[in-house]
């Protein structure tokens, strides 16, 4: 096995809890481990990661949305004193390479917390003269750069005078946070009121494991916002919903000032204009509660989003059987009968379709709304054949919040397996999740209500 070697991960400082399930998932998927020795700080954006190769490390920024660059780390400390220790205890044979009198190079300052004026920058790039530096300096075309970091905490109410901790290192490669702002939903030929934030959708795909020729599936695929980024990743992508006009892009358009949906706007021509109809399978009119696929297992990954009934209530097809809520038409030859459809039942839905239909390994990623006063670990839904990998809350109120939950699949489905979780305790205190719109809105009331109440005073 190769020698691990340190590396210096620069994270951005949104979606904390995203982060580390991200890198882990990402690591796993170009062959590596998430050591549990890694010197981590869940919070800081500066992480120390031991990985095998720069290959590796390489591998991890082509896919992550929630680091911004890596580096070969040289040498760290919680002063200047012992940065340049660690400095001068690094072996000489690894740096050479990039300090060669026919090479350039340029020293790049990053400070978290603090602005430095570009003196105090100079100060602390002369600083480093012991190092063997043979090459020219080169600021706009150097063919190797390092960079100088400092870390002054995460209170930008209490900035200390000097840094808690310094690094240096050679840059190895950025992340992909350029994806956020070109694949932005403000920029989408076809969107729809809960279409994902690019880079939810795209950590989503980094959580499943995405690679280049799976097949994903999204069985609420909405106007597909969760199929683009798994094919930027090279994965074929398909999806079902039960609202025929979202899927064949008709009605009522989402953009203000717009009335109706224009000819182009359609999952299809969502993937058309980033170049990737060609991962496009086909988007299907269907139930979620009643799979139309053959038996087998034929997905990599579910990617999802599943309806929490706070726009609209969540609807499966009914029968002449079932208590009928409504009769609705959506096309001249199109009806269609709905019964409401309780969200416990839709997650544990979830669940048994992705224990039956994930290949073995294949992940199952989705948002699971909470209310919050009410949550513990207990109430998330389980499966004998899935596997809990990632559990990340993304708040949406100060009562409410939605969870992210990654799961894999880590036994063969059997007939047996199909009904077992109604057998687990945990089953009914998650049933009290059909009433998260109730709950969602009695909140917002109440806040209103205080607001109101406040106003009058």
């Known amino acids: 096995m190769a020698a691990l070697r340190r590396y210096l991960l620069l994270l951005a400082q949104e979606h904390l809890e995203f982060r580390l399930p991200e890198i882990t998932s990402l690591l796993s998927l170009c062959g590596g481990q998430f050591s549990g020795e890694q010197e981590i700080r869940v919070n800081s954006p500066f992480w120390i990661l031991n990985i095998p190769s720069e290959e590796m490390a390489r591998g991890l920024m082509k896919r992550t949305v929630c680091a911004k660059s890596i580096f070969e780390l040289w040498g760290h400390g919680r002063s200047a004193g012992e940065l340049y220790a660690s400095l001068k205890n690094y072996p000489t044979d690894k740096m050479l390479p990039y300090l060669q009198s026919d090479s350039t190079y340029k020293i790049h300052?990053?400070?978290?917390?603090?602005?430095?004026?570009?003196?105090?920058?100079?100060?602390?790039?002369?600083?480093?003269?012991?190092?063997?530096?043979?090459?020219?300096?080169?600021?706009?075309?150097?063919?190797?750069?390092?960079?100088?970091?400092?870390?002054?905490?995460?209170?930008?109410?209490?900035?200390?005078?000097?840094?808690?901790?310094?690094?240096?290192?050679?840059?190895?490669?950025?992340?992909?946070?350029?994806?956020?702002e070109s694949y932005s939903v403000k920029k989408r030929h076809f969107i729809g009121n809960t279409s994902m934030d690019a880079c939810l959708s795209f950590i989503m795909a980094n959580h499943a494991r995405v690679k280049p020729n799976d097949i994903v599936y999204d069985p609420f695929v909405g106007t597909g916002g969760l199929l683009i980024s798994s094919a930027h990743f090279g994965a074929y992508v398909c999806g079902t919903d039960i609202d025929y006009n979202t899927i064949h892009g008709l009605g009522k358009a989402s953009r203000k000032n717009q009335k109706w949906r224009g000819p182009d706007e359609n999952i299809r021509a969502n993937l058309r204009q980033y170049g990737l109809e060609k991962y496009y399978l086909?988007?299907?009119?269907?139930?979620?509660?009643?799979?139309?696929?053959?038996?087998?297992?034929?997905?990599?990954?579910?990617?999802?989003?599943?309806?929490?009934?706070?726009?609209?209530?969540?609807?499966?097809?009914?029968?002449?059987?079932?208590?009928?809520?409504?009769?609705?038409?959506?096309?001249?030859?199109?009806?269609?009968?709905?019964?409401?459809?309780?969200?416990?039942?839709?997650?544990?839905?979830?669940?048994?379709?992705?224990?039956?239909?994930?290949?073995?390994?294949?992940?199952?990623?989705?948002?699971?709304?909470?209310?919050?006063?009410?949550?513990t670990e207990e109430i998330i839904p389980r499966h004998p054949c899935l596997k809990l990998i990632s559990n990340c809350e993304q708040m949406l109120s100060s009562h409410t919040s939605r969870r992210l939950i990654t799961m894999e699949k880590v036994k063969e489905f059997k007939d047996q397996d199909e009904n077992s979780y109604l057998l687990d305790g945990q089953y009914l205190p998650y049933r009290g999740h059909s009433s998260f719109r109730e709950k969602y809105f009695s909140g917002v009331t109440k806040r209103t209500a205080k607001e109101e109440k406040d106003n009058q005073k």
């Open 109 to 180: 300052i990053h400070t978290f917390n603090k602005t430095l004026t570009q003196a105090q920058k100079i100060k602390k790039i002369d600083a480093l003269e012991f190092l063997p530096f043979k090459g020219k300096v080169n600021l706009k075309t150097p063919e190797h750069i390092f960079w100088i970091l400092e870390d002054y905490g995460m209170n930008p109410n209490d900035v200390p005078e000097e840094p808690i901790h310094l690094y240096f290192g050679r840059w190895i490669a950025d992340g992909q946070r350029e994806l956020i």
């Open 282 to 375: 086909d988007a299907l009119v269907a139930d979620s509660s009643r799979p139309i696929w053959r038996k087998g297992m034929l997905f990599d990954a579910i990617i999802t989003d599943p309806p929490y009934g706070i726009r609209e209530a969540p609807r499966r097809m009914g029968s002449p059987k079932e208590t009928v809520k409504s009769v609705e038409r959506s096309t001249e030859n199109h009806f269609f009968v709905s019964s409401s459809y309780h969200l416990s039942d839709i997650f544990f839905d979830l669940l048994k379709f992705g224990a039956e239909y994930l290949v073995m390994g294949g992940r199952l990623v989705y948002w699971l709304p909470i209310y919050r006063p009410e949550y």
